[in-house]
């Protein structure tokens, strides 16, 4: 029999109707053949219940971490619990699974631990009896015996390491959307679903600023090459209901040009007035920011007037801002800077696609496109299959509509 993942996230688990739903789900896989695994988050709005619980008995402080993962670890073990008393009542065999019984052993980094090992021998033996296995995503233990937790995206993370762990045939991730789009569809009507799209370039869209899927479960899924479809929990079962499936790049028909636009509006922009211009000056202003853990993404450097000076623009996430400030005011007598400004009025949109390694004049499209609304360009990031510039906050929307326009994504 062929091995399954399913993973339904909080709003796909959101209340016992929903639970039932998903159950039928599985059930008409298990009954097609499929040995099934099955990965379940938190019921929707628990997981902030129990953060908002662990903040009124003191947590926070460094020394609580591993008792505030043991509290919101219990999320996912009662979605488990329900989630297998409602699979047995459809006549099936099913057990809940928690992450230590699983096998997913992790660092130490309550909070955001990384799996570093997934034993599957247990859960794929048991899947293999004809037992469904409902095992808790965003969770597992350290090598003393410690729960932890995976932090964001960690339950789709879990079922990528399980699909690998197991040697499944595919990973299906149930959500709230029937796939991965084009573009937001709330900004650009014409943005249609994907049926293909490779790692890579679902790696850059999670990045960029699509909510779909987040890095680390792509990261994963690429690194051990294990087929991930995302698809919809709310299309009624026996309907269609194909999901965009990611895959690696060889099992791509043809390569486009672009395939998605993404945005981002979590973007600040920090401004270095008179920096000295001198080698190893940007050395000393990105280690601090290294010191700090800060994220850097877009960087230009130009000369000021009179060429001694010269003035430096990055961007870092909105929740990076004032420590990004305070560790570079704290280093200014040793990187000599006159002024700091912070912009948070800003936003990001990219465009993204395999056929930009191959295909020229992308940029002159994305320039030409955005200059025809009049949108100035205040930075640009490049890597081999996308293009980053930053904008104006007011005109993101605006600027996802002509791009998707200008590369024809609307057809």
């Not at 960029?208 to 899927?213: C, R, S």
Request: net charge negative; aromatic share 4%; hydrophobic share 45%.
């Amino acid at each position: 029999m062929a091995r399954l993942v399913m993973k339904f996230g909080g709003t796909s688990v959101g209340t016992l109707d929903r639970m039932r739903a998903a159950a039928a789900r599985v059930k008409a896989e298990a009954d097609a053949g499929e040995s099934v695994a099955v990965v379940v988050s938190a019921m929707a709005g628990e997981t902030n219940r129990l953060v908002d619980l662990a903040a009124e008995a003191g947590a926070g402080a460094p020394e609580t971490r591993d008792e505030t993962d043991v509290l919101l670890a219990t999320g996912e073990q009662a979605s488990a619990a329900l989630f297998a008393m409602i699979l047995r009542g459809t006549g099936l065999k099913a057990r809940s699974w928690q992450g230590w019984q699983a096998g997913v052993q992790t660092t130490g980094a309550h909070g955001k631990a990384r799996i570093s090992d997934f034993d599957g021998a247990a859960l794929g033996a048991a899947i293999d009896s004809g037992e469904v296995a409902v095992l808790t995503g965003f969770q597992g233990m350290t090598e003393d015996g410690r729960v932890t937790t995976l932090g964001r995206g960690g339950s789709d993370l879990s079922a990528v390491a399980a699909a690998a762990a197991l040697k499944a045939g595919r990973c299906d991730i149930y959500t709230d959307v029937d796939g991965v789009y084009t573009t937001d569809p709330r900004i650009v009507k014409s943005a249609h679903r994907i049926d293909r799209i490779s790692f890579e370039e679902m790696l850059e869209l999670a990045s960029l600023g699509a909510k779909v899927l987040h890095t680390r479960s792509v990261e994963l899924a690429a690194a051990k090459r294990v087929p991930l479809r995302v698809l919809s929990s709310f299309v009624e079962l026996g309907n269609p209901n194909p999901g965009t499936l990611l895959c690696p790049e060889d099992q791509i028909m043809e390569e486009r040009i672009v395939t998605g636009v993404a945005y981002t509006r979590d973007e600040a922009k920090i401004t270095l007035l008179g920096l000295p211009e001198v080698p190893g000056t940007a050395a000393k202003v990105f280690a601090c920011l290294a010191e700090a853990d800060i994220n850097v993404d877009m960087i230009v450097q130009s000369p000021a007037r009179g060429g001694e000076h010269a003035n430096m623009v990055f961007t870092v996430s909105m929740g990076e801002v004032e420590r990004a400030k305070a560790a570079i005011i704290a280093a200014k007598e040793i990187i000599s800077f006159k002024d700091i400004v912070a912009d948070e009025d800003v936003s990001k949109v990219s465009v993204i696609g395999l056929g930009m390694r191959s295909h020229s004049g992308v940029a002159h499209t994305m320039f030409s496109a955005l200059a025809s609304k009049g949108i100035s360009i205040e930075a640009v990031s490049t890597s081999e299959i996308k293009i980053s510039v930053l904008i104006r906050s007011e005109y993101t929307e605006l600027a996802v509509r002509a791009l998707h326009t200008a590369f024809g994504l609307d057809a």
